[in-house]
Nanobody, 125 residues
Framework: QVQLVESGGGSVQAGGSLRLSCTASGYSFSTYSMGWFRQTPGKEREGVAAIHSSGSTRYADSVKGRFTISKDNAKHTLYLQMSSLKPEDTAMYYC???????????????????WGQGTQVTVSS
């Protein structure tokens, strides 16, 4: 079965950096679109960054220029490099994967079947 395991979250001061990792198994890694979503209590899930199976990437406006998504097909791992972190980036971050997602819709959470358990990112001011 599909498994997504996130790691790399933690606490950091504003302006700092973190790199999240998501190790995937149970499916053809290179053929799925994958992404990172985040959620804080009382708010809806927000698409942060995603990479389509073609390799195209999309970012939320709030993280453009600060976050970079990448994947290593040989290691079956998805990454999110986060820099210049802000307190408003504080959230639980989830790794997602699915097939058949159109590239212009890769930031829509309802299109993803597979979700990891999440990793907490806390940014203090």
């Amino acid at each position: 079965q599909v498994q997504l395991v996130e790691s790399g979250g933690g606490s950091v001061q504003a302006g700092g950096s973190l790199r999240l990792s998501c190790t995937a198994s149970g499916y053809s890694f290179s053929t799925y679109s994958m992404g990172w979503f985040r959620q804080t209590p009382g708010k809806e899930r927000e698409g942060v960054a995603a990479i389509h199976s073609s390799g195209s990437t999309r970012y939320a406006d709030s993280v453009k220029g600060r976050f970079t998504i990448s994947k290593d097909n040989a290691k079956h791992t998805l990454y999110l490099q986060m820099s210049s972190l802000k307190p408003e980036d504080t959230a639980m971050y989830y790794c997602v994967a699915d097939s058949g997602v159109s590239w212009w819709r890769v930031l829509e959470p309802q299109l993803y079947t597979y979700w990891g358990q999440g990793t907490q990112v806390t940014v203090s001011s």
